[in-house]
């Protein structure tokens, strides 16, 4: 049988070749993110598409910063080798091709993320659950136990496909994945009643400002986290002799220090699309 961690290597080597599958999933895979970038940065013909024109009647309908930050990064990137990829001997008409695994690979690489919030999350709860001693074979089912949970996520065909190609729905599970385990961390430090860093809540803030500006739904999926996050808050480490004033301020300050990040996000985006926009 296969140990766990050749498992990992080739599902991990699945999703990369999945990069080079021909054909797309979707047009949004373009239209919501490359299509936008490729006639600005390769002086290429491409389609603006009615969310992104700001010559609609009712102006743009969508964000142009996370396109930017799915397609725009790999393919300036791409732009300044171009000169190196010609004089390895790569022909003008392989950018073409490299304009389309370009993203990909920015978003495979940007999937490592998920790997690292599913590990981080089973370590929180494993930790929460007891710190007493372990023997060596209650330790090694854990492993396992975590191995086999990142073996269901590396094998879904989520993972392989869409998490692989420029869509808002991958950039929205991965901000969505950043901000689940960003308030299980903050819960449990709660509970725990150690203290939690600024940036902690002010991160939370910009994370869900950026989710909510890569997709309108993402403000449903959060909701639930962020109520969970509330319940945290005012319960604390669960002290029955806490007063209700002291709740209070606990309650009021955690909110106002994720709003702050929040309104600095939100500050970014208006100021990045007006520039971009022109209004």
């Not at 319940?231 to 301020?249: A, T, V």
Request: net charge neutral; aromatic share 18%; charged share 20%.
């Amino acid at each position: 049988a296969l140990s766990m961690k050749r498992w990992h290597s080739i599902l991990l080597s699945i999703r990369f070749l999945g990069i080079f599958l021909p054909g797309y999933i979707h047009p949004d895979e373009f239209f919501q993110s490359s299509e936008i970038f490729a006639s600005e940065i390769f002086q290429c013909k491409g389609f603006l598409p009615w969310e992104f024109d700001p010559n609609n009647s009712f102006g743009p309908a969508r964000s142009i910063v996370i396109p930017f930050l799915s397609s725009g990064i790999p393919m300036i990137f791409l732009r300044s080798i171009s000169n190196w990829i010609h004089f390895l001997g790569f022909s003008k008409e392989s950018e073409g091709w490299m304009l389309l695994y370009a993203p990909r690979f920015f978003l495979f690489l940007l999937s490592f993320v998920f790997d690292f919030c599913i590990s981080l999350v089973y370590q929180m709860i494993e930790e929460r659950g007891g710190k007493r001693e372990k023997k060596k074979e209650e330790v090694r089912n854990e492993d396992d136990i975590e191995s086999a949970s990142m073996i269901v996520f590396y094998s879904s065909w989520v993972s392989i496909l869409f998490f692989t190609r420029t869509f808002s729905n991958s950039l929205e599970s991965l901000l969505f994945a950043l901000v689940f385990t960003l308030i299980l961390y903050i819960s449990i430090r709660l509970e725990e009643g150690r203290n939690i860093s600024k940036i902690a809540y002010s991160s939370l803030g910009i994370l869900c400002v950026f989710g909510f500006f890569t997709r309108v739904t993402f403000a449903f999926f959060s909701l639930s986290p962020l109520l969970f996050l509330l319940y945290s808050l005012w319960n604390g480490k669960r002290d029955p002799n806490e007063s209700f004033p002291q709740k209070s301020i606990r309650t009021l300050l955690g909110i106002f220090r994720v709003s702050l990040g929040a309104v600095m996000a939100t500050l970014f985006f208006i100021i990045a699309d007006s520039l971009y926009f022109g209004s």
